[in-house]
């Protein structure tokens, strides 16, 4: 029979009148013949009363018992859903994370996924039961402690068991019935897309897009597994189809621009008469790295007597006061003339599969917004996606700007 794995977000596991709705989703797909796994997070809300007590506990708190804590709230999830899926004459069982067992480093908070020994899985499926299993949580092998993938790991935990149990798909369940060409709560012209590459998806969750967490595009993309992002509010014996994320190959025809996306969580930083010499960058950059700071977007300008530069990059705007303390650290070894910085700015991405072999695309998006009065700060580019900082203020502009620009208005 084939396998499916459905998993379900926090809202749509709010409460028990929601966890009845989720289970009529899983028996109409264990009508349709699957063989289905589960994957569910806390109920909404529920993860942030554990982190409260825990740090109400102790704000100097054991990362391995933050883990037990935090873990909790999707092993009640999963009991209750089997409950109900048992009441409606389905088979089910609830499963821990170290009980399939699912094997991760020993990054409590933030652990990675090294493995998943299907086999508890498939003893379950010869039985005829669905495996309802708690997302977000793992084992390390070495110490058998509890691990927790960081937020959003039950998409992440999906996407891996899926693979691991050579499922047909994945499906995502959430608020929302599929991707968008952009968040419909800025153009009310947004449209739901029926299919999109994992690449686009890839580039679209890092650049703002907050349907699906990072690393569970990537292991989808890893793994190629099809991958689906559907409505839990759907009737369940009417639900929507969503959308697909597959292959490029699976796509027939391809839009130029996919979708646009945008991120607020962006602060600027420019460092004023920077001494031009070798090894300037990684005296800048290097201890933004060890204090796990990521840098975006960087320019380099060198001036006319190229004695010196000035540098301008942006970082997470949470991350943004303890980048300029510990550049202002650094000022002696660096040698920079001054620091300036913005947190008022935002980045603004057109991604699409089809810039590869089409070549003025983002020329034409910086014409359009010049004629809007949008000031670019700054610019980076990869094969598949370009990406704009401007003022914050001129954000939804620029959005529907380029929404417009690249034919994403039309149905």
Same mark, same amino acid.
């Given at each position: 029979?084939p396998?499916l794995?459905?998993k379900?977000g926090?809202?749509?596991?709010a409460n028990?009148e ?6 009529a989703h899983? !028996? ?6 699957? $063989?289905?796994?589960? %994957? /569910?997070?806390?109920?909404?809300g529920k &993860?942030?009363? #554990?982190?409260a007590?825990?740090?109400? !506990?102790?704000p100097?708190?054991?990362?391995? $018992?933050y883990d037990? %804590? /935090?873990?909790s709230g999707?092993l009640? &999830?999963?009991g #209750?859903l ?5 009441k409606?004459g389905?088979?089910?069982r609830?499963?821990q994370?170290?009980?399939i067992?699912?094997l991760t ?7 990675r ?9 498939d003893a379950?499926f010869?039985?005829g039961e669905v495996a309802v299993i708690a997302?977000?949580q793992?084992?390390h092998?070495d110490?058998?402690?509890v691990t927790?993938?960081g937020?959003?790991?039950?998409d ?9 149990i050579?499922a ?6 959430t608020?929302?019935d ?9 153009v009310?012209?947004?449209r739901r897309?029926?299919r999109v590459?994992?690449e686009?998806m890839?580039?679209m969750?890092?650049l703002?897009?907050?349907v699906?967490q990072?690393?569970s595009?990537e292991l ?7 991958t689906t ?7 369940p014996d009417?639900a929507?189809?969503g959308t697909?994320i597959?292959?490029?190959?699976d796509i027939v025809?391809q839009q130029?621009i996919t ?5 607020r969580?962006?602060a600027q930083i420019?460092?004023r008469?920077?001494?031009?010499s070798?090894g300037?960058?990684?005296a800048i950059?290097?201890p933004l790295?060890?204090a796990?700071i990521n840098?975006?977007?960087i320019?380099?300008?060198v001036s ?7 540098m301008?990059?942006?970082v997470?705007s949470a991350?943004?006061e303890?980048a300029?303390?510990i550049?202002?650290?650094q000022?002696g ?6 620091i ?10 057109a991604i ?17 917004l010049?004629?809007k009065?949008?000031n670019i700060?700054?610019i980076t580019t990869s094969e598949i996606?370009?990406s704009?900082?401007?003022d914050?203020a ?13 034919g994403?208005?039309q149905?």
């Amino acid at each position: 029979m084939p396998r499916l794995v459905m998993k379900f977000g926090g809202t749509s596991v709010a409460n028990v009148e929601r966890i009845r709705n989720v289970a009529a989703h899983v !028996a109409r797909e264990v009508a349709a013949g699957y $063989e289905v796994a589960v %994957v /569910v997070s806390a109920m909404s809300g529920k &993860t942030n009363e #554990l982190v409260a007590w825990v740090k109400d !506990a102790n704000p100097i708190y054991d990362e391995a $018992e933050y883990d037990a %804590v /935090v873990a909790s709230g999707e092993l009640v &999830t999963a009991g #209750l859903l089997a409950i109900a899926l048992q009441k409606n004459g389905i088979k089910a069982r609830s499963w821990q994370g170290w009980q399939i067992p699912i094997l991760t480093s020993d990054a409590h908070g933030s652990a990675r996924i090294e493995g998943i020994d299907g086999a508890r899985l498939d003893a379950g499926f010869q039985r005829g039961e669905v495996a309802v299993i708690a997302g977000f949580q793992g084992m390390h092998q070495d110490t058998g402690r509890v691990t927790t993938l960081g937020r959003g790991g039950s998409d992440t935990s999906a996407v891996a068991i899926a693979a691991a149990i050579g499922a047909e798909r994945c499906d995502i369940y959430t608020d929302v019935d599929g991707v968008y060409t952009t968040d419909p709560r800025v153009v009310q012209k947004a449209r739901r897309m029926e299919r999109v590459t994992f690449e686009e998806m890839l580039e679209m969750a890092s650049l703002g897009a907050k349907v699906l967490q990072v690393r569970s595009v990537e292991l989808a993309m890893v793994h190629r597994v099809p991958t689906t992002v559907r409505s839990s509010f759907d009737p369940p014996d009417n639900a929507r189809p969503g959308t697909l994320i597959c292959d490029e190959d699976d796509i027939v025809e391809q839009q130029i621009i996919t979708g646009i996306a945008f991120s607020r969580d962006e602060a600027q930083i420019t460092l004023r008469r920077v001494k031009d010499s070798p090894g300037i960058a990684a005296a800048i950059f290097g201890p933004l790295a060890d204090a796990n700071i990521n840098v975006d977007m960087i320019i380099q300008t060198v001036s006319g007597d190229q004695s010196t530069t000035d540098m301008t990059f942006t970082v997470p705007s949470a991350d943004y006061e303890r980048a300029r303390k510990i550049l202002d650290a650094q000022s002696g070894a660096i040698e920079f003339g001054q620091i300036e910085g913005a947190t008022d700015v935002v980045k603004v991405s057109a991604i699409g599969v089809g810039m590869r072999s089409h070549a003025g695309v983002a020329a034409k998006a910086f014409r359009a917004l010049a004629q809007k009065g949008i000031n670019i700060r700054a610019i980076t580019t990869s094969e598949i996606k370009f990406s704009v900082l401007i003022d914050a203020a001129y954000t939804e502009l620029a959005v529907r700007t380029l929404h417009s620009l690249y034919g994403l208005d039309q149905a």
